[in-house]
């Protein structure tokens, strides 16, 4: 079942993974006034989803890494309904298993290769919002923030520290 959000006019939904464990004073203060948080995964540790839900409610899913008991419960992927667009997000974009395009899917949200990125393959929108974590060699750490306008969006990438 589709996690659902009421059709308005405007949404700014902020993507976070591949935290790690740490949750960033710059990854919060980013991803401030946003009306729903995703995380991609690679979560660490569960006060990262407890300071995340300070800002707006949290859809996440598990990554390779969240193997602990608190993450069990944690889905390994998740759908979202924003009126017409729908977001299938998952960890690993290499494990996709449908066709996006063919299942009704505007967005894939992923995480997992700390790059973050925004790819537009015919109509659906891939983003990976990259790491907000640790820094895993000379990547950058980022986030990323999704305009939600009716039924388009529009993806950016926020870069956290030099």
């Known amino acids: 079942m589709p ?49 995340l839900v300070s800002i707006a409610p949290v859809i996440a899913v598990r990554g390779n890494n969240d193997r602990a008991e608190w993450a069990r419960e944690i889905a390994e992927t998740e759908i979202i309904a924003i009126g017409r667009l729908r977001l299938y997000l998952l960890h690993i974009l290499q494990e996709l298993a449908l066709d996006p395009a063919a299942s009704g899917f505007d967005v894939v949200v992923s995480g ?40 388009t969006c529009e993806a950016r990438i926020v870069e956290l520290v030099g």
């Not at 949404?11 to 948080?37: K, Q």
């Not at 109509?123 to 060699?137: H, I, K, Q």
């Open 112 to 151: 997992h290769s700390h790059r973050p990125s925004i790819e537009r393959r015919g109509d659906v929108l891939y983003l990976n919002p990259g790491s907000a974590g640790p820094r895993r060699f000379k990547l950058p750490v980022t986030v990323a923030r999704l305009e939600v306008r009716g039924h």
């Open 3 to 51: 996690h659902s959000l009421p059709l308005k006019d405007q949404y700014f939904i902020g993507i976070i993974s591949d935290t790690h464990g740490l949750m960033r004073a710059e990854a919060l203060a980013a991803l401030a006034g946003a009306e729903l948080i995703i995380h991609a995964g690679d979560i660490g540790k569960p006060e990262v989803l407890g300071a």
